[in-house]
């Protein structure tokens, strides 16, 4: 498993930065955050390292997913939540702030937590959207 020795994520996997564990298996470990936005707000990190979503190999991608759907249904279920966001930032203009490949898990709970989108949804110029879409089907 390589790691990264400046990486706090590594850290934690390897035990020698403190969590609060959550899950683990032969290729994950989920933790809690230590700055959450809500109630059960934990991560889901490869045991590996992996910078960021554009460098994690597929079969680590595939099983921190599957680690994240698993815990988000035992959030729904435990912490009475009422929906759950699924986050990855990807990159320092995205908000990623620490650069080993995570998944974050965020219980929502409707009216009660203050969380808002980052962004207000609004209809975007239809030939512009065709055209970004277009450029990318091609590559």
Known sequence: MSTESDCPFCGIVAGTI???KVYEDDKTFAFMDIAPASDGHLLVVPKAHAKNLLEIPAEDLAAV???????AQRIMATLDADGV???NSCGEAAWQTVFHFHLHVIPRYAGRDGLTLP?????????????TGARLASD
């Not at 997913?65 to 815990?71: D, Y």
């Not at 609004?122 to 065709?130: E, K, R, S, V, W």
């Open 65 to 71: 997913a599957q680690t994240g759907q698993r815990l």
């Open 119 to 131: 962004w207000v949804p609004t209809p975007g110029d239809a030939d512009a959207i065709a055209a």
């Open 85 to 87: 966001n699924l986050i």
């Open 18 to 20: 403190p969590s609060t």
